[in-house]
């Protein structure tokens, strides 16, 4: 049970990991049917058969919808995903994130040959109820993938920091690209709320950059157990 309700204009941080920390994206395919479903999912609207007829990410295309989130950023690692949302219509976190688990799990499932729950449990969220938490998030969320190339980066910091940003900052699966100014996922991501929170791209790029070399124990304030 949730010790708060989520309410229209807040954002939170939602994510959850495989059941078993098991991997829950296995293939390249994956990683873009997940993506896929936060277009699709997206939508007041119930989804049709037809929207489960993947075509790749091609398919993901600005169209009007009744958005029932904003996405601020996310990223997508092996065996767990992590999430920004703000909330634009009652309801609107836990029905995306519903019809996302549901779609994502049966898509998994039949894919694998398994069945039964692809997830550890309801997925987790965090309230973010104050602007600095809401800058540092988006700067946390995006590092993850540093944890590939040195697993222990948050406790004991990074020893090759330029190798290890230019890993993060390739990194496929997550919105940095959108915020360095590249606009690989412009149709999933509201960019509006990008250029609230920063001015330009180089400005975000020092913002994430720093905390490669200090600030570990402001990382472990924000820190996840995913």
Partial sequence: MRKFQFAIGEYYHIYNRGVDK???FMSRGDYERFLYLLWVCNDKKPLLNSQFHYRGLASIEK????????????CLMSNHYHLLLRQKTDNGISTFMQKIGTGYTMYFNEKQGRNGSLFQG???AKHIDQEEYLTHLTRYVHLNPAEIKEPYWK?????????TYEFVKKYP???????LGEGRFGAILNPGLLSQLYETSKEYED???????????LISNYTIEA
């Avoid at 406790?155 to 920091?161: A, P, V």
């Fill in 122 to 124: 309801t997925f987790k």
């Fill in 173 to 179: 699966w997550s919105s940095l690209s959108d915020y």
């Fill in 207 to 217: 913002f994430v950059k720093s905390w490669l070399s200090k600030d570990l124990n």
């Fill in 22 to 24: 098991r991997p829950i």
């Fill in 155 to 163: 406790e004991k910091g990074i020893q090759n920091q330029k190798t």
């Fill in 63 to 74: 169209r009007e919808r009744e958005e029932l989130v904003d996405i601020v950023c996310f």
